[in-house]
């Protein structure tokens, strides 16, 4: 369960399949999730890694720099 820190609720899953990307190809999948009252936003993501350098969905996916 994710829970909202500042609201002490339960964050509910906004996104599936998400792509959390550093630099070129360091690669974690997730998933989104939301506040149901301030909004917030977390992704949450397998321990696993993988590397990728394909073209990823901009809406699927977060670069770190």
């Known amino acids: 369960m994710q829970v909202c ?3 002490t609720r339960e964050m509910r899953c ?3 399949g998400v792509i959390v990307r550093w630099g070129i190809g360091h690669c ?3 998933d989104s ?3 149901p009252d301030c909004g917030a936003t977390i992704v949450v993501t397998n ?3 993988f590397f990728s ?4 969905n ?3 996916l977060i670069q770190m720099d």
């Open 58 to 60: 901009p809406d699927r």
């Open 14 to 16: 906004k996104k599936t």
């Open 47 to 49: 321990q696993r890694n």
């Open 28 to 30: 974690y999948a997730g």
């Open 5 to 7: 820190v500042k609201c």
């Open 33 to 35: 999730f939301e506040c």
């Open 53 to 56: 350098d394909k073209e990823v």
